[in-house]
Nanobody, 120 residues
Framework: VQLQASGGGLVQAGGSLRLSCAAS????????MGWFRQAPGKEREFVAA????????DYADSVKGRFTISRDNAKNTVYLQMNNLKPEDTAVYYC??????????????WGQGTQVTVSS
């Protein structure tokens, strides 16, 4: 599976962005998908995940109520809608695919990052 993330940019605090991650291959619907982010000088952290069917989702506490993960298996794409953005959301955002589901699951494939910058 090859993953291509897009949709990042510069936005003011309180604004919104929608990230997309397009996947190649016919097996996209068998993978759980996740979004992660890494800010300068910090470790990569989990943001959100969605099960292969889309029926289950999980979010980091820091983004609950502001971010929404979704997927369209017909389009081989997963989305991250980010609302009420804060300067602390500034990071490079990565999408990833996993054959498993749950806490601490390993992700098998990673896309390149897309930069999100939130100005105060």
């Amino acid at each position: 599976v090859q993953l291509q993330a897009s949709g990042g940019g510069l936005v003011q605090a309180g604004g919104s962005l929608r990230l997309s991650c397009a996947a190649s291959g016919r097996t996209f619907s068998t993978y759980a998908m996740g979004w992660f982010r890494q800010a300068p000088g910090k470790e990569r952290e989990f943001v959100a995940a969605i099960s292969w069917s889309g029926h289950s989702t999980d979010y980091a506490d820091s983004v609950k109520g502001r971010f929404t993960i979704s997927r369209d298996n017909a389009k081989n794409t997963v989305y991250l809608q980010m609302n009420n953005l804060k300067p602390e959301d500034t990071a490079v955002y990565y999408c990833a695919a996993s054959l498993g589901w749950g806490i601490n699951v390993e992700y098998d494939y990673w896309g390149q990052g897309t930069q999100v910058t939130v100005s105060s």
